[in-house]
């Protein structure tokens, strides 16, 4: 019962949280242009549902994952020192995912904003250079198995320094912070109003994992030092 509570801890919260974002959209299809277009031979509307789904479930696959593993070592039981690497492959998937769908969401509702496209494509540009460098700082100071949450798996981890190198001297949840960027500039890119309100939604949804699952599970893991580490990201 007492790990049951632990895998748990603040998920009532997050589903609030969400409920919350959900009941936004609602008024976010009122928009004009929200629902216009499709790709492939199939509807704005679809592919925001698609990309919507992947958001949640991706965030969804993390809290099992990392909460189990780190509470009941569900993963190693029983894929044992394959654990790590088959939670990262679903991970990979699904992150791959996200920028995927709001991209064909975004060519699906092309040119449903009233603004200059000059201005979009600016920002959308002038957005992709914190990404990059984030990509940068992630691969030459923090390690994609750091960033995929290895310290939930590998005790070796828990010991190792704050990374304050690249990005991360800026913000310590860079990840959070810039990472999201992405997502607008893709939307920004071709002008998308449907795809703009997912790109908000995740961003919004991506703080409230950390609050409600990655925050708390810092704490677990590095107990006293935790002040010092809960922005490893």
């Known amino acids: 019962m007492k790990k049951a509570r632990l895998i748990f801890e603040k998920q009532l919260w997050h589903l609030s949280g969400l409920g919350i ?9 009122r928009l ?3 629902g216009e277009g499709e790709a492939l031979g199939i509807s704005t509307l679809t592919w925001f549902y698609l990309a919507l789904g992947s958001a949640i479930a991706h965030q ?4 099992f994952c990392w909460r189990t593993q780190l509470h009941t070592e569900l993963l190693t039981r029983l894929f044992g020192n394959k654990a790590f690497g088959i939670y990262a492959a679903g991970f990979t998937v699904l992150i791959v995912l996200r920028p995927l769908l709001i991209t064909i969401l975004a060519v699906a509702n092309r040119d449903t904003v009233n603004a200059n496209p000059l201005y979009m494509k600016t ?6 250079i914190p990404v990059a460098y984030l990509g940068y700082s992630v691969l030459r100071y923090f390690s994609l198995l750091r960033a995929f949450g290895i310290d939930h798996f590998d ?4 010991t190792m320094p704050l990374v304050r190198k690249g990005i991360f001297l800026f913000t310590p949840n860079a990840m959070y912070t810039f990472g999201f960027f992405l997502l607008w500039a893709l939307a920004l890119l071709f002008s998308s109003i449907t ?8 961003h919004l949804y991506i ?4 609050f409600c699952t990655e925050k708390p599970d810092m704490k677990r893991i590095y107990g006293k030092n935790h002040q010092k580490v809960e922005g490893r990201k």
Do not use: D, K, P
């Not at 974002?21 to 299809?29: D, E, S, V, Y």
């Not at 795809?195 to 995740?202: D, K, N, P, V, Y």
């Open 195 to 202: 795809a703009l309100t997912l790109a908000l939604f995740s």
């Open 60 to 63: 969804t696959y993390v809290w």
């Open 207 to 210: 703080w409230l994992h950390y």
């Open 155 to 158: 005790e070796s981890y828990r």
């Open 32 to 34: 004009e242009g929200f």
């Open 21 to 29: 974002l959900l009941f936004l959209l609602l008024f976010a299809g």
């Open 123 to 128: 920002t959308a540009i002038l957005l992709l």
